[in-house]
C-alpha cells in the first residue's frame, strides 16, 4: 500500500475511533514504515521533478546540496557516539506552505514522526511563527519551542556560557519542554502593536494581505495578494518601516517581516539553545537544523561555523544555500525524521549518547 493510501486509510478510520486510538494507529504506522525501510530512497533522485523528466538545474544543484537520505549512512557513520540534536523550522518543512498561513496544519502523520524522533533526541522548532501559535499547529509536549524567529524561546533553566540571561524569565504556563523563557525583544512591544496597528489600517485597501501578529514580529503574508498589486503594498510596507528605525524588513516566502533590529535571528537562537541543552561548547555533538526559508540560512551558517553538525534545506528547486544537503519537500523530512528515530531503536543502546 502506498504512503497516500496507508494516510487515506487511516485518516478514514477516524470516523469510527477515537482520536487516541487514531494517534496510536498513526505512531504503529510510522515504526512500521521505518521498520521495513519505507520510502528509504529520496524520490527525486530516479527523474528531478515529479512528471519524470530530468532538470538539468535540479540535478547540478543537488550535486552540491546532495539528498540527506540518500547520504543518511554516511552522515550517521559521522555522529558515531555523538549526541544528536534536531531543530526543525515548521512552515515548508513541517507543513505544507497553503494560502491561509492559519490553516498551515500539519499531518498526523507528520506529527507522529516528530513525536518519535523527540523520544530519542532533543528536538526544537524555531519558527518565525509566534511560540503560542508554533505549539498549536504542533501539539507535542516532548518538544522545545521557539517563536518569532527565535525572539521568544522556551528553554531548559542551564548554565548559560554565551548568552545573557537578563531576557530570561520562569513559566507556569507550560507549552512543550523548557522552564524559562528567553525574550530578548520584550521592550519593543508596546511599538509592534502600534505598527500593526497602522498596517491593518493602511493596507486596508489591498486585498488578500493577511497581517499576522507574531509577538516579536509581524508577518504580512502576500499569498493571497495580486500580482499587480504587490508593488503597492510593498511600498506601503516600506513607508510605514520608515517611521520606526529601530524596526527592519526581512523577506520570506510569500512573506514580508517587520522585526526589530536587534542582533538576534534563528542562527542565534540556534547558540542559544545548544547552549542551553548543555552542548555550547562541546565537539560532541551532531545537530541537524532543517528549514526552507531565507530567515533559516542564518542558523544554517552558524552550524556550518560551529562545526556542530549539518544544515538541510528543504527545497524542490536550486537555490543559493549554506546548507550541506537537501531534502525536497515536508514528506522527505517526515521520512528522515523517521530514518533518524528507526536508526536509534537500531542501535546499540551502549553506543548512543542520550
Ligand atoms: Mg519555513
Redesign the pocket.
Known sequence: MGLSERIGAIQHSMDFISKARFDENVDRVCISMTENNFDLQPTRESGGNTNGTLDPEYTSWLKKHPSALGMFEQIMASGKGKKIIVFL?????LSP?VDDPDRAFMSEMMRAAVREVAKYFPTAII??RSREKVFKFVQLAGVYYAGSHGMDIMAPVLPLSTSDVKHQTRIDDKQGSGDVLFQPAKEFLPTIQEIIEELEEKTKCIHGVIIENNRFCISVHFRRVREEDYSELEELVKSIVKDYPQFHLTR??KVIEIRPSIKWDKGYALEYMLDTLGYGNSNDVLAFYI???R??EDAFRVLQAKKRGYPII?SSIPKETSAVYSLQDPSEVMSFLLHLARWRRNSSSSKIVI
Open positions: 523550522d515548521y512552515d515548508g518543512t506552505i519558527s518565525g520570506g516566502r528549514g526552507d526559508d530567515t533559516d528543504v
